[in-house]
């Protein structure tokens, strides 16, 4: 797949999972529910490699760094998520993912020495404020108190873990680890992690075996999980994190598109703006340089 089909796979994939996730709220702890997702989308990738005959041994000290992606990328930064979507308006979380492009330059600057370009400075700031327009009608609605605190913590948090996962999938890539087999055991480490924490937490070990939930659960291991990070942590290691990070500003762009067609959201003059700017800092991230 060239740069742009990967882009777009994880965009479309990710901007479509929204809904589904929501089918995954309800008597089911986060927690778990994270943890069947990553558990099952582990156990495909292993029977693929299997199949295909791919090497799955890696050296004991490589298995922690792989260990160390699985807990950050498929473990506590999406049950930070989940938490922070309990407790604030979704586009809170999403303007806190529109700062990934220049948190991911500016933490490659500092662990790897990269250098830092104008242009992607520009595209990032072009769209935190971008995603600021499209959802400016949600924060009319907000007012101060303990449960924005939280769930800006969470968001926060989770777009910190999502930095340092991607950090850390940027090592394992220049060691020369394969993509899937990674998946497969970082998967497998994120998911036994989310367990751990569950248990930790006193969550019930419950599971709703309605088509609701269990389609949305498969949907969201196959699609989600193993193709849309695929894509991600091959498009990183092509166009590296800071680039790959703008997949956050426009995740939330076909969310809404999306929500137009299925739920009636209503794109008022503001938010079209929003993305006309959002857009703007896409190509200006993914163009080719001269």
Partial sequence: MTTLQLFAACVAIWGST??????QLGSVAPELSVFYRFLLASAMLFAWCLARGLPLRFPRREHLWIALQGVLMFSVSYVSVYYAEQYVVSGLVAVGYSASPFLNM???RVFYRSP????????????????????WPEFSHIRADRN?????????????LS????MVA???HEAG??????????MLYGALFTLAIALALGRPLSFEATPAYVLSLIYLTVFGSILAFGSFLTLMGRVGAARAGYIGVMVPIVALAVSSAFEGYRWELL????VAVSVAGNVLILRRPA
């Fill in 271 to 274: 938010a079209l703006v929003g």
């Fill in 163 to 166: 930095v340092f996962s991607n």
């Fill in 148 to 160: 924005v605190a939280l769930g800006a913590f969470f968001t926060m948090a989770a777009v910190v």
């Fill in 116 to 135: 830092m370009t104008l242009r992607v400075a520009a595209g990032a700031a072009l769209g935190i404020v971008g995603i600021t327009l499209v959802f």
């Fill in 18 to 23: 929204w809904i589904a996730i929501t089918f």
């Fill in 106 to 108: 500016v933490a490659m």
């Fill in 177 to 186: 680890h394969p993509v899937w087999q990674t998946m497969a055991w970082g």
């Fill in 170 to 172: 940027h090592r394992n």
